[in-house]
């Protein structure tokens, strides 16, 4: 009988380091989509308050902080990252754990942007997409979850499924931007 051995989306591709830029996989702790029912979303955002610590997020926007974050999903979603779900947050929105579906990767260094202007189709830098934004765009030919973290600090997720072309897109992206400084 064959031995069935968990592994993370991206086991065995990274760590990557290439020219100042730096790729690691994340563990985000449970992953649950919120979807709030008819009518409920203020009430949504004062029980996410009152159990988590932060707001149902606004469009393309982030709430919390690390170990603990909503990240905007999607019109009328949030991802609820980090904290299991409290009992309480069902009776105002549809919950869905996502934990198992997504690779979630972290692009860090001084070339992150120009890395990623290579293969999402959005302003990233700094004075259009700041410290907490977050979009769900096309990278590559997937499209993903990519949430700005910090100055040159990035959270992409994409479909588990995707896991190695994300790595191998980032990857070839990270030697061009390397190359051609």
């Known amino acids: 009988m064959a031995e069935l051995i968990a592994r993370t989306p991206c086991a065995g591709l990274l760590p990557l380091a290439v020219g100042g830029v730096d790729l690691t996989e994340e563990s985000l702790g449970a992953l649950t989509t919120l979807s709030p029912r008819r009518g ?81 189709p959005l302003d990233l830098r700094a004075a259009a997409f700041r410290r907490g934004h977050t979009a769900r765009s096309e990278l590559a030919q997937m499209m993903a979850s990519i949430t700005r973290l910090g100055a040159d600090d990035f959270q992409i997720m994409v479909f588990r499924s995707m896991a190695a072309t994300l790595v191998g897109e980032l990857k070839t992206a990270m030697e061009a931007v390397a190359a051609r400084g």
């Open 40 to 120: 409920q979303e203020a009430a949504l955002s004062e029980a996410l308050e009152a159990a988590h610590g932060m707001a149902f997020p606004a469009p393309n926007r982030t709430t919390g902080k690390a170990g603990a974050r909503a990240i905007w999903f999607g019109r009328g979603q949030a991802l609820l990252a980090g904290p299991e779900p409290d009992a309480d947050l069902a009776r105002l929105a549809a919950l869905s754990d996502q934990s198992d579906a997504w690779a979630v990767v972290r692009l860090r260094g001084a070339g992150a942007v120009d890395v990623l202007a290579r293969l999402v």
